[in-house]
């Protein structure tokens, strides 16, 4: 962390006291990032980010009074705080809640078994308005999208928008990919694969990578077949 710049402001949401003490033991281990509160409960997280304003909300998904999925929900459809980011704290047991946390806003997932310098870069990641998505959680989404039997595209015609080459770019990102490998893929260096996901964000109106995500299913361009 440079001098003049700010730490991030985290908020933890999860009803285990020991996970919390654990999380915030490993954050505050990075001077460039601050907890600034700890919610028991999806409630208290909602009631936390409104009084605190924080950067980035860790949030578990099971939680008493209101679940991790309400509480994104309301975090990011309020005009106080949504210009947080809610990364959601899963295992693999928990992957029906993947799309509908991507669906609430969420800009990632993290396993809580997280490799503590994997944690506190998730969170500067997060920060700058990039999304975590692995590879490996991208394609459980997928499989779970494509076993939904009630799951029919909307809005198709919102790809009408896009340039054929920003399709190909948004398929690929939906795959989980880096720019670099967007890149790789199609032959075009990482800097204009990041201009032509920037470009798809703007015409999608997506906050994040992850909402591009979100977008390319619903519209049907992936997780078909």
Do not use: C, W
Not at 3 to 23: I, K, M, N, Y
Not at 40 to 65: I, K, N, T, Y
Not at 73 to 94: G, M, N, Q, Y
Not at 121 to 129: E, N, T, W
């Amino acid at each position: 962390m440079t001098a003049s710049s700010e730490p991030v402001r985290v908020l933890l949401a999860d009803d285990q006291t020991l996970v919390r003490a654990g999380f915030r033991l490993i954050l505050e281990r990075d001077e460039g990032i601050e907890v600034v509160g700890e919610a028991g409960d999806g409630q208290e997280a909602v009631d936390l980010a409104r009084r605190l304003m924080p950067d980035v909300v860790l949030m578990d998904v099971r939680m008493p009074l209101m679940d991790g999925l309400e509480a994104t929900r309301r975090i990011l459809a309020d005009p106080r705080t949504e210009a947080s980011k809610v990364v959601v704290l899963t295992t693999f047991e928990v992957d029906d809640y993947v799309f509908d946390a991507l669906r609430a806003g969420a800009s990632g997932f993290l396993l809580k078994e997280t490799d503590p310098a994997e944690l506190r870069q998730a969170v500067h990641v997060v920060r700058s308005g990039q999304a975590l998505l692995s590879p490996s959680v991208t394609r459980r989404v997928i499989a779970q999208f494509a076993r939904a039997a009630d799951q029919r595209p909307t809005e198709p015609e919102r790809l009408d928008r896009l340039t054929a080459r920003e399709r190909d770019v948004l398929a690929l990102v939906a795959e989980g990919l880096t720019n670099d490998e967007v890149g790789q893929r199609l032959f075009m260096s990482p800097a204009t694969a990041k201009t032509h996901v920037s470009r798809a964000m703007s015409k999608l109106d997506a906050r994040d990578r992850a909402q591009l995500v979100v977008i390319a299913f619903e519209t049907g361009l992936v997780g078909r077949g």
